[in-house]
């Protein structure tokens, strides 16, 4: 089984600052790794999938980069839609299992 | 643009069978680039991936929760329904269908349902 961590747990953040989120596989998944955005009481959001290709709809202050088993999702210039968990997920290897990390919550 | 609703019984008894159904619409399950899938998630904690099943009727499930699933889908209507059997208290979570396609991650995702295990 691949497992997701991500840290911090929690990211205390203002408006208008950077953001670094990580996320460690605990073996290599590649590029296989997407990030999703979810805000309290609505369903995730696919933000990046391939490691670092933003979805349709997403700003270009989202940026993700990183391969095998160290990924890093960075946000700049907060805006206060941004406060939300971020999770990663690796799809290494599909079908075997789809596996998400523990989320990160940016808070202000 | 595709749009998924999710649609249980919102409580179920333990020890019972639990039947969700996901439909789709504004396209066609019925599509070779998609696998439609079941993902979970504890109230206030992390997202577990339960299942995906493809238009040819192939379906995968989470190695820890296999020995309880089955999953289908019907074109004639579609959407795609998952079955899980011996159901407890560590089922409790909002349930989500969505669409995962291999490279793309899970792009389109259902509004979720709360599904409440209880006697």
């Known amino acids: 089984e691949i497992v997701m961590t991500q840290s911090p747990g929690t990211l205390s953040a203002s408006p208008g600052e950077r953001v670094t989120l990580s996320c460690r596989a605990s073996?290599?998944?590649?590029?296989?790794l997407a990030w999703y955005q979810q805000r309290p009481g609505q369903a995730p959001r696919l933000l990046i999938y391939?490691?670092?290709t933003r979805a349709p709809g997403f700003p270009a202050r989202f940026s993700g980069s990183g391969s095998g088993t160290e990924f890093t999702l960075i946000i700049t210039s907060l805006q206060p839609e941004d406060f939300a968990v971020y999770y990663c997920?690796?799809?290494?290897?599909?079908?075997?299992?789809?596996?998400f990390g523990g989320g990160t919550k940016v808070e202000i | 643009q595709v749009q998924l609703q999710e649609s249980a019984p919102g409580l179920v008894k333990p020890s019972q069978t639990l039947s969700l159904m996901c439909t789709v619409s504004?396209?066609?399950?019925?599509?070779?680039?998609?696998?439609w899938s079941w993902i979970r998630q504890d109230p206030g904690k992390g997202l577990e991936w339960i299942g995906s099943?493809?238009?040819?009727?192939?379906?995968y499930y989470n190695p820890s929760l296999r020995s309880r699933l089955i999953m289908s889908l019907d074109k004639s209507t579609n959407n795609f329904s998952l079955i899980m059997s011996s159901v407890s208290a560590a089922d409790t979570a909002v349930y989500y269908c969505?669409?995962?396609?291999?490279?793309?991650?899970?792009?389109?995702w259902g509004p979720g349902t709360l599904l409440t295990v209880s006697a």
């Open positions: 997920q690796q799809y290494n290897i599909w079908p075997l299992a789809l596996t």
């Open positions: 504004g396209g066609s399950i019925d599509d070779s680039t998609s696998y």
């Open positions: 099943i493809h238009n040819t009727g192939s379906a």
């Open positions: 969505a669409r995962w396609r291999t490279h793309d991650g899970f792009d389109i």
């Open positions: 073996q290599s998944v590649g590029r296989n």
């Open positions: 391939g490691a670092s």
